[in-house]
């Protein structure tokens, strides 16, 4: 199998824009995680799906984040305007459901610069 | 809520030392219990895992060890090598709730071993 795939795996934008995250699962996997890491924070859960439905966005910073999951091989996570604070590695994880399978497995991360 | 506390970094160790991080956590219920590693400029990946109490994960010669009555999951691994230099995070999965796939992650240990 491919993995979780990522992309872009780094993106340098300007204040204001947007900035939109992708995320393509593992076939099979009935659960996609998003994530931020930075150094100050650590790695924070944003938001999490189950069957394309999001479950729990408590994790999400303020409503300039969003994110979609159209179809259970993709997934977006979008920041309107972006921010400098906003800087930070993203990171997708995918896991199934079933007994014992609360592994996840992660994408390589987006790098993302605001400036 | 349920937290994971693992030792502050950075550790620094010469080829073929002992290594111990240490981990505790505070949980409701019966979680499983994660380590996982992070490569310079990867994604995180699962090194080892426990289900239940007494159980120990194992992978590439390190250990951990699911101790309910200290609250403890402590990684080691007898003799270390350059290649095993990385971030590692220790995290659990709540059983209860509705949250069964969410994983709480501690802040991560670097570890850089020396030749």
Known sequence: DAGVIQSPRH????????????????????????YRQTMMRGL???????NNVP????????????????????????????????????????SRKG????????????????L | GDSVT????????????????NCTYTATGYPSLF????YPGEGLQLLLKATKADDKGSNKGFEATYRKETTSFHLEKGSVQVSD??????????????S???LTFGKGTLLTVNP
């Open chain 1, 44 to 50: 924070e859960l944003l938001i999490y799906f189950n």
């Open chain 2, 35 to 38: 380590w996982y590693v992070q």
């Open chain 1, 99 to 114: 007994v014992g399978t609360e592994t996840q497995y992660f994408g390589p991360g987006t790098r993302l610069l605001v």
């Open chain 1, 11 to 34: 993106e340098v934008t300007e204040m204001g824009q947007e900035v939109t995250l992708r995320c393509k699962p593992i076939s099979g996997h009935d659960y996609l995680f998003w």
């Open chain 1, 55 to 94: 479950i729990d966005d408590s994790g999400m910073p303020e409503d300039r984040f969003s994110a979609k999951m159209p179809n259970a091989s993709f997934s977006t996570l979008k920041i309107q305007p972006s921010e400098p604070r906003d800087s930070a590695v993203y990171f997708c994880a995918s």
């Open chain 2, 100 to 102: 069964n796939y969410k």
């Open chain 2, 6 to 21: 693992q030792m502050e970094g950075p550790v620094t160790l010469s080829e073929e030392a002992f290594l111990t991080i």
């Open chain 2, 85 to 98: 230099s990385a971030v590692y995070f220790c995290a659990l999965s709540g059983r209860s709730g509705g």
